[in-house]
């Protein structure tokens, strides 16, 4: 999970995203998404305005993994153009979201 303010920069991630990308917090807070290391980059290409998708991430250690993403703004009481980006590993599911990986 990435929580990116109004301007697309990473406010927080959790620990598993940094696990599971062998990443550290300073190498993705206060990055823009465009900024990201490694298969994160890809991230900062995606069109906003499509709330699932499924996309291939390389984690360390393996080929290219299927994640599907979900964009939700959160609460403007709570967290004004803050956005939560969350990631589902598919690697199981290849077969329920084939055709839709880009």
């Known amino acids: 999970m990435l929580i990116m303010d109004g301007e697309d920069q990473v406010v927080r991630a959790n620990r598993a995203l940094y696990s ?14 465009r900024e990201l290391p490694g298969a994160l980059a890809k991230l900062g290409r995606l069109p906003r305005e499509a709330t699932d998708q499924t996309v291939h991430l390389s984690v360390p250690g393996e080929s290219n993994r299927p994640f599907r993403l979900s964009w939700r703004k959160l609460a403007e009481t709570d967290s004004p153009g803050q956005v939560i980006l969350t ?3 598919t690697q199981g599911d290849e077969k329920l979201w084939a055709g839709e990986a880009t």
């Open 20 to 33: 599971t990308f062998g990443l550290a917090s300073e190498q993705i807070v206060g990055r823009s998404l």
């Open 87 to 89: 990631f589902q590993d």
